[in-house]
């Protein structure tokens, strides 16, 4: 007998000793050798079924699970005998058409009949006190299947092993069984990724927050041979005494010969004593430290270093200046000075060449800048001009891409595209061209990325001397360029016409020992962010292939990088590539335990997990937690056996954590506990009886408590539904959940409860009762007794006969008489003050009387008035008029201390403005006096009040407005072209009269508190077109009015609102604005209301410009739209500081003794005022390094 569970039925395959007929037989064997049923009737079929094999007749049985009267389908006659297996047949063909919905066919199924079969055994086990080793296997699950290949992990059956591992082929994104790639991560970083893939490419320099203008600067010079190899000839000695020489040399050597791909440059910074978080001039940095180096090698006993930099960066020029009228030279034009640069003026130019004729260009001195001729003895008109005497082996041309802007005094970084071409021919450029060679060759490129001038990134492309590729050094990464100084792909090269070429540069060089270079073959290369370009004289390796040193060297072994190095740097590089491959090693050798482990782990968990099951119910058998059991099959390095946590207090296993632990087999157990530790061991007789008895108590108590409850809940909802049982009822709260008790209830009558221990009447709030039978009463009482035993006055008795309590009755009968009283007098206030409470405006008219009360006192009467219904005694009274009318007159001067608010005429009606909190408002004589009535006032002391009107002229065609015509101007105007016009003006004259003084010095301390504010809200809206539209200009005239915060489109433009303080300026808001809506400073038009704001230092505060204000603006259109990031960053919306630059670094002050030998004061004056020669001239006096 086969029986598989299938959803709500059952497949019972038909027992084949069964009597049948030849057709049972063909429908059984051939179509329909299942029959489904529901798992019910299956199990009366089993129980009315005691031999396999042979049918009894139930047909009562099977007429209570079928799931459709057979009678009706078949006929009584076949629920006897053979008939009943048809009738089975019947009901496999009425489910075939009548299948079960499969649309949670995936869902786990409550297994019902093991909790009902689990009851049905602890009531046995209460009634009898025995327990059975059928019983045992029951409540723990031992007879469930042996599974395979689930799809997770069953808590509902001990011998489910499957999804405690990810099946073949899977991973987890933690643990043991994720990616191995992952598990290799968390041994730390790989050192084998610090090392170069190869000796060919360069190394790195780390950037230690903003030291790129550093890093940059210090590749250039390294990839520059000659220079190398001079820094490598220092002696030892003179390493010692100049610290920064002695780091450039170590950095030089780990560039040179480490295997590391980046090198810490941490060292040569704090030598230098650079500050890291702030970014420098690359090319002020390059002066500085070449002066530096300069100092530092004079001192060196072997020629060629003494003056390594002077022989590669050095040339000479002299500024010539020539009278117009005798054409004499000036005595200083024949004074030769040295340049380790040429600063290049790019702003305006195309290319190099123009650069170069522009800096040798001629300049004429005229006008106030005429030359004193000592020939002449006079001021004449001059020419000015630079001539090149010699040039260096390393020419390195300073781009200027920064100018000074008068207007802001700050710099701006010039971003048009720049030419330079490859070969270099300075021979024209040079006034005595006789050098053995004038053509030089492109070999770095310093670039500096970003719009800012204090902010941005530097990056070096270089060329590699040997095998000519270019290489791009930004900080730690280096990447191959290949043949071209942008990559082979990029857009920079511009192969220029023969023409273009031609017209630049001459096309052939032929004078002596010159060699002829065909320049029009040359590439010419173009770039927005090129900051200084270094070229190499095509002769340099020649005059610098012989180095006559002394110092002992020693070949380095890192391919064709074979340029000696000193002893003591290759004995330094050498323990540096030793500690690195012993590092790789160490790695290498714990990933490879470290793997090992792992694999060792999966098989391990593998194996035990395959011997986990326990094969029949007679083998023996323990009991693991499921918790422990996952972590250590998905750990690591799993901890020791933790049972404790399906563990009794009796020290055993109770039947109620079956669902948290496991049945595994003795083999699997002793290999664990073997290698891990642990425990408590909980074998499989380990059942805890005391346990499994409580728990049968506990059921049968339940059932107890669910019938008992059952009936009470009838009884509950009987009361409810006013059907009281006869017999003794008695007052209970009335509630919806009345069955939900919890022990925050108070007692069953607490809220019923008067203070003096009696019925609270029915009408008060919360005491709302019903009428309960005895038993159910009772019932409350006993447990509220229980879980409040203390509370005697929440739990007391109130038969039906009982009395509502006197005292509370009366309190609350003369309580409603008050409020009767109270809401007729607030139906007659309301009846008086009829037009005025519902806030209709009143029509204003000349010589009537009116009265002036403050606009707060008149809002709370009308909340007053207007408090009904139950609440009608909460809303609070207004002052009475006595104090309020005091409050309102000045002690000191006997006058108002408030103005009215203002009047308005449209349409020839005059009223007043409303406010519900600020100002006095006008009410009539008749309002007055019934307010004198009801508030205690006396009609003498009111504040009287009558409406005048002013003549003013209004604005004529062609006048300025605010400002007034004089009538003798009018006399002179022809009449048939203007007209002047008078408007009336309502105001309110009052009595007392306002005391201005007292009013002014009030508002003047209001406005200076509205006016500091900070991060509050300001609207601005952007305005098409030459006006602003009339609810704009009414916005911003009621600043109370809220506004979104976000910004949203209208037919007229958008809107955008701005967090700003009091303190801040208009040019700031203006930078918001030009930020937000992308309108230039200069076009935009900012109003408040009518008014023009204006002047960009003036504060938020000086325009009078409130929280929540509302601002329109208008573009122009008529400059030119540009990026704001050039101003934004220059400005940062912040006071400019001033530059500090180099100071108080080893560039500026190698000997700290001379600092004091400066004024600190007047030097930072100095930079401030940007008066950089005058600074230059002090420090040539004071013998500090200068700037070049």
């Known amino acids: 007998m086969a029986c598989t569970e299938q959803l709500s039925t059952v497949k019972y395959r038909v027992p084949s000793a069964a009597p049948h007929t030849d057709r049972d037989t063909k429908l059984l064997d051939t179509d329909h050798p299942d029959v489904e049923l529901r798992p019910d009737a299956i199990k009366i079929l089993l129980a009315t079924t005691p031999g396999r094999g042979e049918w009894h007749n139930s047909p009562v049985e099977l007429r209570s699970v079928l799931p459709f009267p057979l009678e009706k389908e078949l006929g009584p006659s076949v629920l006897t005998g053979a008939g009943t297996r048809r009738s089975l047949l019947f009901l496999h063909s009425r489910s075939k058409m009548n299948r079960p919905c499969t649309r949670n066919k995936n869902k ?69 069984w994720q990616r191995i790639p992952d598990i290799i991560q968390s041994l730390g970083p790989n050192p084998y990724k610090d090392l170069r893939t190869s000796i060919e490419i360069p190394a790195g320099l780390t950037n230690l927050g903003a030291t790129c203008y550093a890093n940059s600067i210090l590749q250039c010079l390294f990839m520059n041979s000659a220079f190398r190899e001079g820094i490598f000839s220092v002696e030892p000695d003179l390493l010692n005494q100049h610290p920064v020489l002695d780091q450039l040399a170590r950095l030089f050597a780990k560039l040179h010969s480490s295997k590391l791909a980046c090198i810490d440059s941490a060292p040569f910074i704090k030598t230098l004593e ?42 000479s020029v002299s500024h010539v200046t020539r009278c117009s009228i005798c054409g004499k030279e000036s005595d200083a034009s024949s004074k030769i000075e040295d340049f380790y640069e040429l600063e290049l003026n790019i702003k305006g130019l195309n290319n190099l060449d123009e650069s170069l004729n522009d800096y040798l260009s001629l300049e004429e001195l005229r006008g106030e800048n005429q030359y004193f001729c000592e020939s002449c003895g006079m001021r004449v008109d001059a020419t000015r001009c630079i001539k090149l005497h010699s040039l260096p082996s390393v020419l390195n041309l300073q781009l200027k891409r920064y100018v000074f802007l008068p207007k802001t005094t700050t710099k701006k970084k010039i971003t048009s595209v720049f030419g330079f071409p490859r070969m270099l021919n300075m021979g024209k450029h040079l006034c005595n061209p006789t050098e053995t060679s004038l053509v030089y060759e492109l070999s770095a490129i310093l670039i500096h990325k970003g719009t800012a001038v204090n902010s941005g990134h530097y990056v070096a492309h270089i060329k590699d001397e040997k095998c000519g590729h270019w290489w791009e050094f930004d900080d730690e990464h280096v990447s191959k360029l290949g043949f071209h100084p942008f990559g082979e792909n990029s857009s920079s090269l511009s192969m220029k016409t023969e023409q273009m070429v031609k017209s630049n ?69 050498q323990e540096l590539n030793l500690f690195s491959s012993k590092d790789c090693e160490e790695y290498q050798s714990r990933k490879d335990r470290h793997l090992c482990y792992i694999t060792e782990r999966r098989e391990e968990i593998k194996q035990i997990l395959s011997e986990a099951s326990v094969q029949s119910l007679d083998e023996s058998f323990f009991w693991i937690s499921t918790d422990w059991l996952r972590q250590w099959a998905d750990t690591i390095s799993p901890p020791s056996i933790d049972n404790s946590s399906i563990q009794c207090s009796h020290g055993k296993v109770p039947f109620s954590n079956v669902t948290s632990m496991k049945r595994l087999s003795s083999t699997s157990w002793q290999r664990l506990f073997t290698k891990y530790g642990g425990g408590p061991a909980l074998a499989s007789d380990d059942f805890c009886i005391a346990c499994l008895k409580n728990a049968a108590e506990n059921a049968v108590n339940a059932d107890d408590y669910k019938e008992k409850r059952a009936l ?255 009538e003798e101007e009018l006399n002179d105007i022809k009449e048939e072209t203007i007209e002047v016009l008078e408007e009336r003006i309502p105001f309110v004259i009052t009595d007392p009269e306002l005391c201005e003084d007292c009013i002014g010095e009030r508002e003047s301390s209001e406005l200076v508190r509205k006016l500091n504010y900070s991060d509050e809200d300001i609207c601005v809206y952007l305005v098409h077109g030459k006006e602003a539209p009339r609810s704009i200009i009414e916005a911003s005239t009621v600043p109370s009015i809220r506004t979104s915060k976000r910004s949203k489109k209208t037919s007229y433009g958008k809107s955008i609102n701005f967090k700003v303080s009091s303190t801040t300026s208009v040019y700031q808001l203006k930078m918001m604005i030009w930020e937000a809506f992308g309108v230039v400073k200069e076009n935009q038009k900012l109003h408040k209301n009518f008014v023009q704001i204006d002047g960009d230092s003036a504060t938020l505060a000086d325009k009078n410009i409130f929280p929540g204000d509302t601002l329109w603006v208008m573009d122009t259109e008529i400059y030119e739209n540009r990026d704001i990031a050039d101003e934004l960053s220059e400005q940062k919306i912040e006071p400019p500081k001033a530059e500090e630059g180099f100071r108080g670094t080893l560039l500026t002050y190698p000997d700290k003794k001379l600092e004091s030998a400066f004024d600190d004061d007047s030097r930072l004056l100095l930079e401030q005022r940007g008066w950089k020669e005058l600074y230059s001239l002090f420090q040539i006096v004071l013998k500090f390094p200068v700037i070049r």
């Open 108 to 176: 786990r199924q409550r297994n019902d009949d093991s909790d009902s079969s689990s009851s049905e055994i602890l009531r046995k086990v209460h009634l009898t006190g025995e327990v059975s080793q059928n019983d045992i296997s029951q409540l723990y699950l031992i007879w469930k299947p042996l599974c395979r290949e689930c799809h997770g992990n069953s808590k509902d059956s001990p011998n489910c092993f499957c999804g405690l591992i990810p099946p073949p082929n899977r991973n987890r994104k933690s643990g043991l």
């Open 274 to 315: 650079l500050d890291n978080g702030v970014q420098q001039d690359s090319h002020e940095f390059l002066t500085l430290f070449l002066s530096l180096l300069e100092r530092s090698l004079s001192h060196s006993k072997f020629p060629n270093v003494r003056t390594i930099v002077q022989d590669l960066f050095r040339g």
């Open 505 to 573: 540069w001459p096309e052939t060089v032929a004078n002596g020992d010159f060699k002829v270079i065909n320049h029009s073959q040359g590439d010419i290369y173009s770039s927005s962010d090129a900051y200084m370009l270094m070229y190499n004289s095509v002769s340099m390796k020649e005059n610098h292939a012989k180095q006559h040193t002394t110092v002992e060297v020693v070949e380095s072994d890192v391919g064709t990088r074979n340029i000696s190095l000193p002893l003591h740097l290759h004995k330094e590089i």
């Open 712 to 966: 009470l809940r009838n009884l509950a909802e009987a009361a409810l539904a006013g059907d009281c049982l006869d017999g003794t009822a008695y007052y209970w709260l009335r509630r919806k959940n009345v069955d939900s008790p919890c022990e925050s209830d108070a007692g069953p009558t607490a809220a019923l409860t008067c203070t003096h221990g009696n019925l609270l009447p029915e009408q008060a709030t919360g005491a709302k009762r019903i009428l309960v039978p005895d038993a159910l009463w009772n019932f409350f009482y006993d447990s509220a007794s229980k879980v409040r035993p203390e509370d005697k006055l929440g739990s007391l008795a109130f038969p039906s006969y009982s009395k509502p309590c006197e005292i509370c009755n009366r309190e609350m009968t003369e309580v409603a008489n008050l409020e009767d009283s109270l809401r007729a007098e607030k139906n007659r206030k309301r009846q008086n003050h009829e037009k005025l409470l519902i806030g209709k405006t009143l029509a204003l008219h000349t010589g009537c009387k009116y009265f002036l009360l403050p606009s707060s006192w008149l809002a709370k009467w009308r909340a007053y008035v207007t408090t009904t219904g139950k609440n009608i005694s909460s809303a609070d009274e207004p002052e009475n008029l006595k104090v309020i009318i005091s409050s309102l007159i000045c002690e000191k001067h006997s006058r108002l201390l408030e103005r009215p608010l203002e009047l308005v005429s449209k349409h020839g009606v005059i009223s007043q403005k409303t406010s519900s909190t600020d100002g006095l408002t006008l009410i009539s004589e008749s309002d007055w006096k019934f307010f004198c009535e009801e508030w205690n006032g006396h009609e003498s002391m009111g504040i009287r009040a009558d409406i005048a009107f002013s003549n003013i002229a209004k604005k004529i065609a062609g006048s300025s407005e605010g400002v007034p015509i004089a």
